[in-house]
């Protein structure tokens, strides 16, 4: 995007605690990375996790930055460039960002999606939704970010405020009247999201997770509702019912409060008829509609993307009827049918012991006695260790049979981590469990072990399009795969 504008105008929407240098000069371009520094462009020196950014403000001046955005002004000014210091620079980058972009937010209806599980298939359903109902709209999610159908791989499932004004631009030039987009809790302790006009903002739900960022569930939850309390008046603010922090998340804010559940009074409500391995059968507001999502979680979803939908003005039947016909997020319990024999395979991403147990609660919540669940896991190498043992434990104690196999070894030796994996099964489930480490080769067993009805479920993965082997990267898809399996196995 060519993007011009000077200083002095981005200045006009911080607070400025002392400059020196000429204010007057054009830019052409933000960066927070030292190394994209060059003429014309305003260099936002920020305190990471791991570096201070104020270290590098010399690289950034030698490489030629117009301006320099700084907490602390360095002693050695260079007469040509331009020092800007402000009390924080993440939340000045992030009000800079907007103005530069044209406050591209104002010209959306942007809706943000927070919570531990359930941003991604919120925000990507919500795409689906509002394309299928005839709107141009973007979506920024961890898995991707869309204008309309074009694709724009992701980094972050929120990026930082300068990519994230960027792609907000890009998406108003694209004529899309609506944005969906994750809001992580990452983000909003490093303003990412500050100073953008959201129409609306919906909570999923809260679990322990991400505290090595954190530090306390209470710093993690106060991340989580920053969100909500910058929501403006004209917005609303949707929030689970149900879950023990979902009232807390509604607390002192300024939007309109709004809320769904399954259990009680809400804004939006839904009841269970049926949850089944082909799908939901739920009561939403009084009106009765099957689903193509499965599990008690995907209701909440479902309940989530509705309310918002209303909330925006659209029709709800017409909502519900679009809403029927849609399946769910890429990787994300996303269901393989094989056709002849009904063997339903499931590809989901959990990766981690909690929402692996949480994906086999959910099968054991749909399955008939008769139908035998095979379950494919792996562990990570170079990546947290305690969690093979666990992750095996549950495999083999919530499945009637388990594979156990490689995911993403990286430099490890796929062998050391299996067997790490192993120690976890205990001793009355050995019999259940084989281990193979080629990862289609353990698909390829499951499929085989499977019987007609049966369920196998794909884990770990979900979306992701590789197996990363010693560094290299090659080819390799969980849903391909298992597709090809049910072929040549005759399924
Ligand atoms: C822990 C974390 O959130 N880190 C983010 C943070 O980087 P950081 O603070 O570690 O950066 P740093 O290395 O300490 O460097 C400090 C500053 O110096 C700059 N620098 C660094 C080197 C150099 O030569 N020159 C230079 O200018 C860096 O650009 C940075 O601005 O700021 C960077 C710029 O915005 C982010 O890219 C980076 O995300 C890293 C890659 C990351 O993995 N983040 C994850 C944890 C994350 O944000 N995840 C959430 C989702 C969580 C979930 O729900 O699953 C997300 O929204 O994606
Ligand atoms: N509302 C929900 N409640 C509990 N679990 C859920 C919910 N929605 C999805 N899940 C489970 O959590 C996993 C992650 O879902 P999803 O990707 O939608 O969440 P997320 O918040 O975007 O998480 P991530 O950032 O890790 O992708 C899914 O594979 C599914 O098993």
Do not use: W
């Amino acid at each position: 995007m060519n993007q011009s504008t000077s200083l002095a105008s981005l200045l006009t929407a911080v607070r400025v605690t002392a400059q020196s240098g000429p204010t007057t000069v054009p830019v052409t371009g933000l960066t927070l990375d030292s190394r994209q520094a060059g003429p014309g462009v305003v260099f936002f020196a920020l305190r990471g996790t791991a570096n201070d950014g104020h270290q590098f403000i010399p690289k950034a001046v030698e490489l030629g930055a117009a301006a320099v955005v700084c907490e602390d002004l360095p002693t050695d000014l260079n007469p040509a460039t331009a020092y800007v210091q402000v009390k924080d620079s993440a939340e000045a980058m992030a009000y800079m960002a907007a103005e530069f972009y044209g406050h591209p937010s104002r010209k959306l209806q942007l809706v943000g999606i927070t919570g531990t599980n359930g941003k991604t298939t919120c925000a990507t359903m919500l795409h689906k939704l509002f394309r299928e109902l005839g709107y141009h709209c973007g979506l920024l999610s961890t898995v991707q970010n869309q204008i309309d159908e074009q694709v724009i791989p992701a980094t972050h499932t929120t990026p930082d405020a300068i990519r994230l004004n960027e792609l907000l631009a890009r998406m108003v030039q694209a004529s899309c009247t609506h944005v969906f987009m994750e809001v992580s809790s990452h983000a909003v302790v490093q303003h990412r999201v500050t100073g953008l006009q959201f129409a609306g903002g919906i909570f999923t739900n809260l679990t322990h997770d991400h505290l090595d960022y954190h530090g306390t569930f209470d710093a993690y939850l106060k991340a989580k509702k920053g969100f909500f309390d910058m929501l403006p008046k004209s917005a609303f603010a949707l929030t689970n019912a149900d879950d023990k922090r979902g009232p807390v998340m509604l607390q002192n804010v300024v939007g309109r409060r709004e809320s769904y559940s399954m259990r009680g009074p809400a804004t939006f409500r839904g009841k269970l008829i049926e949850n089944a391995v082909h799908g939901l059968h739920l009561e939403v507001d009084g009106r009765e509609a099957q689903f193509r999502l499965i599990g008690v979680f995907n209701a909440y979803n479902l309940l989530a993307i509705y309310g918002a939908a209303v909330l925006l003005g659209e029709e709800p039947t017409e909502v519900l009827t679009v809403l029927s016909g849609l399946t769910s997020a890429p990787g994300r319990f996303e269901p393989v049918l094989a056709e002849k024999t009904r063997i339903t395979g499931i590809i989901d991403y959990a990766h981690t012991p909690d929402a692996l147990e949480n994906v086999l609660q959910t099968i054991a919540e749909i399955r008939q006695p008769s139908q035998q669940v095979i379950t494919v896991v792996g562990c990570g190498g170079n990546r947290d260790g305690a969690k093979r043992p666990i992750m095996a434990r549950l495999a083999s104690q919530l499945s009637n049979r388990a594979v156990l196999t490689s995911d993403n070894p990286r430099f490890e030796d796929p062998n050391d981590i299996l067997q790490q994996m192993q120690t976890g099964v205990p001793a009355a489930d050995q019999g259940k469990v084989l281990t193979i480490p080629d990862r289609r080769e353990a698909i390829k067993t499951a499929v085989a072990l499977a019987q007609p009805g049966d369920i196998v479920l794909v884990a770990g993965k979900g979306h992701e399009a590789y197996q990363e082997i010693k560094g290299v990267r090659s080819d390799f898809d969980d849903k391909q795969v298992l597709i090809e399996m049910f072929n040549l196995l005759g399924k």
